[in-house]
C-alpha cells in the first residue's frame, strides 16, 4: 500500500510541477473551472431554457446562473472568469438535442452523489497541503477523495457520449471530462488517485443514467397507427 501511494504522490509531483507557465495555468484553470457544478448544471439548462416556449423561463435561467457564477467567483476573484467559462461551454452545448441534454443533466447528478457518498467515508487529506506543493486553487481542508470535479464532469460527458455513440460529440464530452480530471492534478488539489476514481464515479453514474433512460423509453406505451 505504501508502494502505491508512493507512486499517486510521484506522478501528481511530476504532473503539478507542470505549472508555472501563465498561459497554461489559465488554461488549465479555465478547464478545471469548466468542472464547477453550477458551470456545468448552467450550461445545460439554459441551452434547455432557449427551447422553452416561456418568455420568462428564457430569461431567468441564464439569469440565475450568471449571478451564481458571479457570485461564486467572487469568492476567489475570479468571477471574470468563471461567466467567460459558463459563456464558452454554454456554447458548446448549444447544438445537444434535449435527450443528450436530459442525460448530462442525469449523469451529472448521479456521478456528484457517488462522490459525496465515498468523500463521507474516506478522509483523505489534499496534496495542496505538502509544503512544496504550490497550488493554483484555495483549496486545503476538503477531503481529497475522490475527486468532484472528475466524477461530475465524467457523469455528465459519458452519459452524453452514450446518448451520440461514435459521433465527433461525443468524442469532444469525453475528452473534455479527461482534461478536466487531469487539470485537477495541475492545479495541484488532487492525487492521480483521486480522478480515478472520480472517474469511476462518473462512468457508473454514465452507466445508470443510460440504463435508466432506456429503461424508460421501452416502458413507454407505443402509438397504434391505425
Known amino acids: 500500500m505504501s508502494e502505491l501511494f508512493q507512486l499517486d504522490r510521484e506522478w ?38 432557449t427551447r422553452s416556449p416561456k418568455a420568462w ?15 461564486v467567483g467572487l469568492e476567489d476573484g475570479l468571477a471574470l472568469n468563471h ?7 454554454t456554447v ?10 436530459k442525460a448530462g443533466l442525469i449523469g451529472f447528478a448521479f456521478g456528484g452523489v457517488l462522490h459525496l457518498i465515498l468523500k463521507q467515508m474516506l478522509d483523505r ?32 460527458g459519458f452519459a452524453i457520449a452514450m446518448m451520440m455513440p ?20 495541475y492545479v495541484g488539489v488532487h492525487f492521480p488517485s483521486d480522478v480515478i476514481a472520480g472517474f469511476g464515479c462518473g462512468l457508473l453514474g454514465a452507466g445508470l443514467t443510460k440504463w435508466l433512460m432506456e429503461r424508460n423509453q421501452t416502458s413507454e406505451p407505443k402509438k397504434v397507427v391505425e
Open 92 to 101: 458548446a452545448c448549444l447544438k445537444l438535442p434535449v435527450e443528450a441534454i
Open 83 to 89: 461567466v467567460l467559462v459558463l459563456l464558452i461551454f
Open 166 to 185: 461514435w459521433t465527433k460529440v461525443a468524442w469532444s464530452f469525453a475528452i473534455w471530462a479527461i482534461l478536466v480530471g487531469v487539470s485537477r492534478i
Open 125 to 156: 487529506e489534499r496534496p495542496s497541503n505538502f509544503t512544496w506543493a504550490i497550488p493554483l486553487e484555495n483549496v486545503y481542508l476538503s477531503p481529497s477523495f475522490p475527486s468532484g470535479h472528475t466524477s461530475s464532469s465524467a457523469g455528465m
Open 57 to 71: 423561463v428564457q430569461v431567468l435561467v441564464p439569469f440565475l446562473f450568471v449571478a451564481t457564477a458571479i457570485a
Open 12 to 49: 501528481f509531483r511530476i504532473i503539478h510541477s507542470m505549472s508555472g507557465d501563465r498561459t497554461l495555468n489559465a488554461v488549465w484553470l479555465g478547464i478545471t473551472q469548466s468542472g464547477l457544478a453550477h458551470i456545468q448544471a448552467g450550461a445545460l439548462l439554459t441551452v434547455w431554457s
